[in-house]
């Protein structure tokens, strides 16, 4: 019965490699997004999807690409991996805007 | 520019009450929200104030204050599964659909 969750909760891997990660919620929320928290627990928004159209779209390099399948998926292609892209990445989601948001477990990517 | 202010580390006894101050510059601001995570977990959502005054949740309480652009929030009674990390987060003006710009985040360490 897990509101958010996100897989895998682990991932190392090697530079220039191509990774996946998937987000679900089971909460019948509108609007899901990505974020980015750095060793210094820095937590900043990559994208956001409101009923599977993208609202959001930080300063991200486009080797990150979403792709929300319906409203209640938001997955995340990281191309080209990078030293840099070690970090958690949380998925969360609202009901809508300025609503609380309901973070995942994290996904933990580590670069090798 | 964007920024949150708020102190990297605060560290009580159990019993005490604590007060995390946050203050911030955006270009537009719509709400306050304060969010917890734990050590290795996810961040969860604790209170949020788009209006002046005190909101109260039980032991927490948070505050906002708008010509001022400050806000904090009370821990009162603290527990030792208090100690945590502890952001706050504005809210833009409405069309900026959910976006959270985050703070650095103050790690509460509460002592026996």
């Known amino acids: 019965d897990t509101a958010v969750s996100q897989t895998p909760k682990y991932l190392v891997t090697q530079m220039g490699n191509d990774k996946s990660i998937k987000c679900e919620q089971n909460?019948?929320?509108?609007?899901m997004y990505w974020y980015k928290q750095d060793s210094k627990k820095f937590l900043k928004i990559m994208f956001s999807?409101?009923?599977?159209?993208?609202?959001i779209n930080e300063t991200v390099p486009n080797r990150f690409s979403p792709k929300s399948p319906d409203k209640a998926h938001l997955n995340l292609h990281i191309n080209s991996l990078e030293l840099g892209d070690s970090a958690v990445y949380f998925c969360?989601?609202?009901?809508?805007?300025?609503?609380?948001?309901?973070f995942g477990d994290g996904t933990r990517l580590s670069i090798l | 520019g964007q920024s949150l202010e708020q102190p990297s580390e605060v560290t009580a006894v159990e019993g005490a009450i604590v007060q995390i101050n946050c203050t911030y510059q955006?270009?537009?601001?719509?709400?306050l929200s304060w969010y917890q995570q734990h050590d290795g977990g996810a961040p969860t959502f604790l209170s949020y104030?788009?209006?002046?005054g005190l909101e109260e949740t039980g032991r927490f309480s948070s505050f906002l204050s708008r010509s001022d652009s400050y806000g904090y929030l009370l821990l009162q009674e603290l527990q030792m599964k208090d100690s945590a990390s502890y952001f706050c987060?504005?809210?833009?003006?409405?069309?900026?659909?959910?976006?959270?710009?985050f703070g650095q985040g103050t790690t509460l360490q509460v002592k026996p």
């Open positions: 969360a989601s609202s009901q809508a805007e300025n609503q609380p948001q309901h």
């Open positions: 909460l019948g929320h509108d609007t």
């Open positions: 999807y409101n009923n599977k159209e993208l609202i």
């Open positions: 955006t270009s537009g601001f719509y709400g």
């Open positions: 104030n788009a209006l002046d």
């Open positions: 987060a504005v809210s833009r003006n409405r069309g900026n659909t959910g976006k959270l710009i």
